[in-house]
């Protein structure tokens, strides 16, 4: 084992044994990963109009079939915020890391194009992207207007747009709860779960929405190490075997920085 350069607090040597020894790591991401690019986490309190609302609760396909305006508003709302943002040093770092690994699989709970856009190339969406609408009635891609949306302005409801094809309303590229993830995704999941994983980070997730709360535990059978970057306690702290509690932005780069002076 290589000599261990002088090490930042709290992060244990074995874990930068790990890391610097690792043929494939997991990067599992939630919506905490995107907290300091100023993106509310999912499960944040609702602004305006949607605060009487649970997330869960709209993100759904009846809440869409119940009030589209209202649904679609909500979504163009956050598809705003996340047009007006910018990766963090989290995102950053998750992209230093592929650097210095053999092998990285990055799979994300998130509907944003951060990951991407701090340089990530092929992150796995497993609940879908803000970026790609189709079409609720024949599931027709529908290509966004260019530029940024408003800030929804009558009470945050905007009509979704028609689709060309069927005049159908256009709904939004995620993946709502009762619906099945993409196969080519949950494809890909298993297949990283099933290639030497030696290290699986989960950063910033509440570990609460399945099948994606599966993966660390799949992971851990699978015999890889597995270590949780949270602010706060969630569900997978029995499984982790690091619990490195602190903000994704400041944690990361520092985990980065000792691991491999980068
Ligand atoms: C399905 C897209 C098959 C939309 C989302 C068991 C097996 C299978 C299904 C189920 C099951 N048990 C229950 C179910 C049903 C359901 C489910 O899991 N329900 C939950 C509520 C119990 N699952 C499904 O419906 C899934 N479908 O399984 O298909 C099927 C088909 C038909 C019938 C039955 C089954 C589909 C789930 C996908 C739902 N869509 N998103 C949208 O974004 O609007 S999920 C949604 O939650 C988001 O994508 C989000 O990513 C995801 C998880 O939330 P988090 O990312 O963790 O965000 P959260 O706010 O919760 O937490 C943020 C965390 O960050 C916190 O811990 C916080 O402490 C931390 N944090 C804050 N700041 C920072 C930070 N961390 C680091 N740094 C910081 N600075
Ligand atoms: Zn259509």
Redesign the pocket.
Known sequence: MRPSPAMPPDIPEQLLCALRDARHVIVLT????S??SGIP????AMAGLWERFE??NL?TPSAFRNDPELVWGW?EWRRMQVMQAEPNP?HLAIVKIALHVPRLTLIT???DDLHERAGSSTPIHL??SLFHPRCFACARPYTLPPGTPREPTNGRRVAPPKCSHCGGRVRPG????????PDHAWRAVTKALEQDCDVLLS???????????SIPTQACEHGALVVQ????A?ELDEIASFNLRG???EVLPALVQATWKD
């Open positions: 939630g919506a905490g990963v907290a300091e986490t999912f499960r944040d997330a869960e993100a979504y989290a709970q998130n509907v609940h879908g995620v993946v709502w709860f009762g619906e099945s993830l950063i910033g997730t509440s570990s609460l929405v399945y099948p994606a709360a970057i949270n602010p706060a969630t903000r994704a932005g």
